[in-house]
Nanobody, 122 residues
Framework: VQLQASGGGLVQAGGSLRLSCIAS????????MGWYRQAPEKQREFVAS???????NYADSVKGRFTISRDNGANTVYLQMDSLKPEDTAVYYC?????????????????WGRGTQVTVSS
């Protein structure tokens, strides 16, 4: 399996979830990893990313609440989600990506798969 996300579920507002994404070594090694989400009737959006040097980047909507990390030995990337809000409800996906240094263009290396559903009740 190229990418397999798990850990989603139903949680009340203010609660926490930890998502995991295990990737095949050929995709994980040497590449940046990111989490993305898609709410019903909305486009997929960026949530968080971590590069090979463990530098992280977050969407403004999740800064201070979500934490991305990676375990290179296990080819796994995690997303710790705290203080969850109903607007965080979405299907969450992970993927590996590369970015051009000059144009900052991004291209994804894996198929998106089914993701994992996160539902936050108010």
């Amino acid at each position: 399996v190229q990418l397999q996300a798990s850990g989603g579920g139903l949680v009340q507002a203010g609660g926490s979830l930890r998502l995991s994404c295990i990737a095949s070594g050929s995709i994980f090694r040497g590449n940046h990893m990111g989490w993305y989400r898609q709410a019903p009737e909305k486009q997929r959006e960026f949530v968080a990313s971590i590069d090979t040097g463990d530098n992280t980047n977050y969407a403004d909507s999740v800064k201070g609440r979500f934490t991305i990390s990676r375990d290179n030995g296990a080819n796994t990337v995690y997303l710790q989600m705290d203080s969850l809000k109903p607007e965080d409800t979405a299907v969450y996906y992970c993927n590996a990506f590369r970015q051009a240094a000059d144009t900052k263009s991004v291209w994804y290396l894996g198929s998106w798969g089914r993701g994992t559903q996160v539902t936050v009740s108010s």
